[in-house]
């Protein structure tokens, strides 16, 4: 299914962070703009379009931009892409990207990044070893490294520096699931540790501009990206 008004997508995952291996899925991430008439009518229109073949996440603007507000770590990668992974890039979009330092604040984005990986150690818990265990290991791992960067220095670095790491993090904790244990404690301590540069609270006010931005250009439906 086509989505009309894409403003912004890109690929996101595993290649996006350079731990993709031969027959990876290639994941892809974006956001559109509903036309502003239908914000003003009965019925809502849908805020999501899940696909696969190839395997990709639309949000509608609005909700998009209250994921990244709430510091969800999936959605946030897709402002800080590098340039080559982004597939649609419009206006609009590079307004997005321009703003992205504002959407982020202390408390939201330890608690997202800690607590997705806190979800992918929970996983591991009962698995005996297969594939998905090294996968869990992996992204907890990332989950931690890139959410203290972010903390740390108010910036993402979407491409892992040394994939390699990772891999063999997965199958270490694949061999052992316990391994996983002293990894998430130790970037708990190093953010209780970590002085940050980002502020207690979001700055909405970009957003709230944005948005009205895309609003109005959408109002007429013929208007084009």
């Known amino acids: ?18 731990l993709a291996r031969e027959g990876s899925d290639v ?14 009518g009965l019925h ?15 949000h509608e603007a609005a909700k998009w931009c209250r994921l990244a507000l709430s510091g969800n770590p ?4 897709l402002v ?3 340039d080559e992974l982004y597939e649609v890039r419009t206006p609009l979009g590079d307004e997005l990207i321009g703003i992205r330092g504002s959407l982020l604040s202390a408390k939201r984005v330890r608690d997202a990044y800690l607590g997705y990986a806190t979800q992918q150690f929970r996983r591991l818990q009962g698995r005996d070893g297969d594939r998905r265990t090294a996968k869990h290991a992996r992204h907890l791992k990332r989950l931690c490294h890139q959410g203290l960067e972010l903390y740390a220095t108010g910036r993402l670095t979407v491409r892992l520096e040394d994939p390699e790491e990772y891999h063999r993090f997965g199958e270490r904790v694949a061999a052992d699931p316990s391994a996983a244990r002293p990894v998430l404690e130790a970037y708990e301590s190093a953010f209780a540790e970590t ?6 609270h979001p700055d909405e006010a970009p957003a709230e ?3 009205r931005r895309v609003r109005a250009h959408f ?3 013929t208007a084009a990206v």
Do not use: C, Q
């Open 195 to 200: 002085r940050t540069v980002l502020p207690e």
């Open 219 to 221: 109002y007429d439906t």
């Open 209 to 211: 501009a944005w948005l």
């Open 74 to 77: 999936t959605v946030m990668e």
């Open 44 to 58: 809502a229109p849908k805020e999501s379009h899940v696909g696969t073949a190839p395997d990709h996440t639309l």
């Open 27 to 40: 994941d892809r991430l974006g956001l559109f703009a509903a036309p502003t008439e239908t914000l003003l």
């Open 1 to 18: 299914m086509t989505v009309p008004n894409v403003l912004l997508s890109g690929i996101v995952g595993s290649t996006a962070y350079g």
């Open 80 to 82: 800080w892409l590098p």
